[in-house]
T-cell receptor
Framework: LAKTTQPISMDSYEGQEVNITCSHN???????ITWYQQFPSQGPRFIIQ???TKVTNEVASLFIPADRKSSTLSLPRVSLSDTAVYYC???????????FGQGTTLQVKP | EAQVTQNPRYLITVTGKKLTVTCSQN?????MSWYRQDPGLGLRQIYY???????DKGDVPEGYKVSRKEKRNFPLILESPSPNQTSLYFC???????????????FGPGTRLTVT
């Protein structure tokens, strides 16, 4: 199972687009990339999942380049309520084993 | 309402006294999983289950047991709790994609366990 590496923390301002990069150099062919958001004392909340190229939903976009050694979560126009910890994890098909990394603490300022 | 419930939410116990934390989901999900979260260590997977009667070890299974006799329930058992199992525990469930990948895990509210 591929280990993921993310920046420990990031700062942004309200209304800006935020891009959080995740490195996964040893990603396997059957690994998917999944992102979760977590607020203090709550369970994580699913944001997005992808395999390659670009995936977009109503809250975020996920960009995975052709070599799949990294991925970028893009949050458009963040607000104060987006202040949270964001986790990137590699998920292999046909195994339920998951490894959450240390996560990125995003602080959104007014 | 679609949800994952855990009980109890808070528990203080003593070393060696067997305990069970229950987890139940009402979404007919195949996949269920237990995690513990400790300051500075992030979320670590304890056990997971791909379906009824199918369970497997996560990253930190030592000192824990699980069972999956019914699709909706996935209890976590600590046969002989120790202080190093003091932690915040989360249960989660999800569907599996056609590729067998857990998709959009729904997490329970958490159980804060203290072992003295």
């Amino acid at each position: 199972l591929a280990k993921t590496t993310q920046p420990i923390s990031m700062d942004s301002y309200e209304g800006q687009e935020v891009n959080i990069t995740c490195s996964h150099n040893n990603i396997a062919t059957n690994d998917y990339i999944t992102w979760y958001q977590q607020f203090p004392s709550q369970g994580p909340r699913f944001i997005i999942q992808g395999y390659k190229t670009k995936v977009t939903n109503e809250v975020a976009s996920l960009f995975i380049p052709a070599d799949r050694k990294s991925s970028t979560l893009s949050l458009p126009r963040v607000s104060l309520s987006d202040t949270a910890v964001y986790y990137c994890l590699a998920t292999s098909s046909n195994t339920g084993k998951l490894i959450f990394g240390q996560g990125t603490t995003l602080q959104v300022k007014p | 309402e679609a949800q994952v419930t855990q009980n109890p939410r808070y528990l203080i116990t003593v070393t060696g006294k067997k305990l069970t934390v229950t987890c139940s989901q009402n979404m007919n999900h195949e996949y269920m999983s237990w995690y513990r979260q400790d300051p500075g260590l992030g979320l670590r997977q304890i056990y997971y289950s791909m379906n009824v009667e199918v369970t497997d070890k996560g990253d930190v299974p030592e000192g824990y047991k699980v069972s999956r006799k019914e699709k909706r329930n996935f209890p976590l058992i600590l046969e002989s709790p120790s202080p190093n199992q003091t932690s915040l525990y989360f249960c989660a469930s999800s569907t599996l994609t056609t590729s067998g990948v857990p998709y959009e895990q729904y997490f329970g509210p958490g159980t804060r366990l203290t072992v003295t």
